[in-house]
């Protein structure tokens, strides 16, 4: 496994921060085979590894940069092999 550094575009709408994979982080991984998302409810610490993604035949460990609580998992980038500019993955209240 590896990690990647800084994946993250951030959108904070009051205490909600929406995550989206930066351009660079998309041409890093390349074309995803499996992401091991987060349930809702999920407590998440910053720099704590949260998410798995399989590409290119390696997994990468994903941390976020906050801490909070998962509130909304885009079901969409589930069996995606790359994902739009700013298609969202994570949303997270940090109260």
């Known amino acids: ?12 709408q009051g205490s909600i921060v929406t995550l989206s994979l ?3 982080a998309q041409e890093t991984l390349g074309p995803v085979y499996f992401w091991d998302l987060p349930e809702i409810g999920a407590q ?3 720099d704590q590894p949260i998410i798995v993604v399989m590409s290119q035949m390696r997994y990468t460990d994903l941390t976020v940069p906050l801490n909070g ?6 079901p969409g980038v ?3 092999t790359s994902l739009p500019s700013g298609t969202w993955v994570l949303k ?3 109260h």
């Open 92 to 94: 997270i209240d940090c």
């Open 44 to 46: 998440v610490c910053a």
């Open 22 to 24: 930066t351009e660079k």
């Open 69 to 74: 609580m998962v509130v909304e998992v885009n």
């Open 78 to 80: 589930i069996g995606w």
């Open 1 to 12: 496994m590896r990690e990647l550094a800084s994946p993250w575009r951030q959108t904070r």
